[in-house]
């Protein structure tokens, strides 16, 4: 089978959603299927699964990875509670495709998206297959994103530099975050901006609409997510997050194999 196969904005929204009648303890085995070829599942259930539920995950996706805004369950809420927190989950603005913890040494494996409510109008959300861009980047450029330096990124005065694609036993895992909340400085402008260019190119999104019991699980270090911006006077946009270190009894392993 082929692992993390690059996909765009034409991807079938039927090849990435799964039904289930739960979600708790393990991932079902087709969903798990879908997440290996794409790094990426929606499990559709009848009823959104409970944070007990959630939390029981971490037996086949492997420990929580703790957010600094999480509860102490490792549950964040993502709702707009309204004015400009600077931290994108309690806004209604666009998020553009990111990867969870580009900010740590140690980003999370897996991120996990539980939708509570759904109701608010726009919120779409929006995925770039790493795999496809990395093979879409010229070789130059692509080289340049692998230096340790390619990134400074500074944040509420904290700084890191790091490469944007890394290789480790034979996976590459992408770490990337453009957004206003940060401040970026780069050793390889002109690659940063290809990939930023290809990130944000509309053929390279694949868009879908969470809807309440929907559970959107990504493999972070392949697959960028992001959401559209909504109106959050037109109802109520609920999410639960929760990040995964990987391994587990599933041993999920993140990362994509680059082409060719
Ligand atoms: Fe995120």
């Known amino acids: 089978m082929e692992t ?5 904005a034409t991807l079938d929204p039927a090849d ?3 039904e289930a009648d ?5 991932v079902p085995d087709a969903a798990m299927t ?5 790094g990426a599942v929606i499990v559709e259930l009848p009823t959104p699964p409970t944070p007990e539920d959630l939390v029981s ?8 990875w703790r957010h600094a805004r999480s509860e102490e369950n490792g549950i964040a809420v993502i709702e707009a509670t309204g004015g400009d927190t600077g931290f994108l989950g309690t806004m209604s603005d666009e998020h553009p495709p990111h990867t969870d ?8 494996a897996i991120v996990l998206l539980s939708c509570e409510h759904a109701e608010a ?8 297959s790493a795999a496809a861009v990395h093979e879409k980047l010229p070789a130059g450029h692509r080289a340049r994103l692998y230096e340790p330096d390619a990134v400074t990124i500074t944040r509420n005065g904290a700084t890191a530099r790091h490469a944007v694609f890394a290789e480790q036993d034979g996976l590459v895992r992408v770490r990337y975050r453009q957004d206003n909340h940060s401040s970026t400085e780069s050793s390889c402008s002109e690659a940063l901006a290809a990939m930023t260019a290809a990130v944000l190119d509309p053929a390279s999104q694949f868009v879908t609409t969470l809807r309440r019991g929907d559970v959107l699980i990504v493999d972070n270090h392949a697959v960028l997510h992001g959401r559209r911006a909504f ?20 041993d999920v392993r993140s990362g994509f194999r680059p082409a060719g």
């Open 57 to 64: 995950l971490e037996k086949s996706l492997g420990p929580l």
């Open 34 to 38: 879908v997440f290996d070829t794409y």
């Open 121 to 128: 109008v726009g919120g779409e959300s929006v995925l770039v």
């Open 231 to 250: 109106d959050r006077t037109s109802g109520r946009r609920r999410m639960l997050r929760l990040n995964f270190n990987g391994g587990g009894n599933q």
């Open 16 to 18: 990435i959603r799964i």
């Open 101 to 108: 913890g580009a900010y740590s040494e140690v980003g999370p």
């Open 4 to 8: 993390r196969k690059p996909f765009t």
């Open 22 to 26: 739960e979600l708790r303890i393990a």
